[in-house]
């Protein structure tokens, strides 16, 4: 979490690389509702697979939960977090219900990045006065390296994120003293 932070107004992308590693190493204490996608996929017949197909699918099974339980931690541990209200500019700010998309789009941005080099869609500090508490810039989507990204990958700002992540790591401190 220091090491995150300490890249934060340095390198926005590595900073939610190594936010999102900090929760990461949180994740096996953390135990997620469970579905029966895993079950469902056990009673597969097997003998239909090769064993590199049924390698992908555990390996997919995987990294499913894994993003689940960190999508999780985010869900228990921000109660409190989000304020509501009226405010000015609501597109610029993260609601509670839209947590879940945001902390999954985070997740998928970190681990596109790293896994096929895809940058990052970041939300960058605004200096005007009004836009200095807001979650998101108010863009539609941008151009990078000759790459079309649309509205839908953007990630909020690295202060939200780290806010956000410090609030849920108290909380998850405070429960498990």
């Not at 900090?22 to 204490?29: G, M």
């Not at 947590?99 to 970190?110: C, E, G, H, S, V």
Request: glycine letters at 4%; one cysteine or more.
């Amino acid at each position: 979490y220091a090491e995150a932070v300490k890249e934060i107004g340095i390198d926005h992308q590595l900073f939610f690389i190594k936010m999102t590693s900090a929760v990461e190493s949180l994740l096996t204490f953390i135990e997620a509702p469970a579905d029966n996608l895993k079950e469902k996929l056990i009673n597969l017949d097997k003998n239909e697979f090769e064993k590199q197909e049924l390698d992908e699918i555990n390996n997919w099974l995987k990294n499913r939960a894994i993003r689940k339980r960190f999508s999780y931690f985010f869900q228990k541990y921000s109660k409190g977090y989000f304020k509501g209200g009226k405010r000015k500019a609501q597109h610029c700010f993260i609601k509670k219900d839209q947590l879940n998309a945001y902390i999954k789009r985070i997740y998928d941005a970190r681990s596109t990045y790293l896994h096929n080099g895809k940058p990052m869609y970041l939300s960058f500090d605004m200096t005007m006065e009004e836009a200095k508490s807001w979650d998101l810039d108010p863009g539609l989507g941008m151009m990078i390296d000759r790459k079309s990204i649309s509205g839908n990958e953007k990630l909020p700002r690295a202060r939200w994120f780290e806010r956000i992540t410090n609030y849920c790591l108290k909380n998850f401190i405070e429960e498990n003293r």
